[in-house]
């Protein structure tokens, strides 16, 4: 049974930085696809970043490239997420997701509220 924890929100200004992580296990961590979605409050789940084993090639959702940016360790089977230049609509919850032999798993999420 794959198990996904994630860690790392909390409460930051605008401007600030926030590094989220997630651990996984009960999966070949190295074949699986990684990634990140949020959710708002009101709003429908949103990808904001991928990463793939190979390469690995990374992806991004267009209103957090350039200021975000997803990594894998695949020898402590950790995924993160650094965000820097935090705006108040980043504030969701973030989900850590895989994909591995066609299945998809999820994290229980970690709450980043962005506000002065």
């Known amino acids: 049974q794959v198990q996904i924890v994630e860690s790392g929100g909390g409460l930051v200004q605008p401007g600030g930085s926030l590094r989220l992580s997630c651990v996984s296990s009960?999966?070949?961590?190295?074949?699986?696809?990684m990634s990140w979605f949020r959710q708002a409050p009101g709003k429908e789940r949103e990808w904001v970043a991928s990463?793939?084993?190979?390469?690995?090639?990374?992806n991004y959702a267009p209103s957090v490239k350039g200021r975000f940016a997803i990594s894998r360790d695949d020898a402590r089977q950790t995924l993160t997420l650094q965000m820097n230049d935090l705006k108040p609509e980043d504030t969701a919850t973030y989900y850590c997701?895989?994909?591995?032999?066609?299945?998809?798993?999820w994290g229980q999420g970690t709450q980043v509220t962005v506000s002065s």
């Open positions: 997701n895989s994909v591995f032999g066609g299945v998809r798993s």
């Open positions: 990463i793939t084993w190979t390469g690995p090639t990374t």
């Open positions: 009960g999966l070949t961590f190295n074949r699986a696809i």
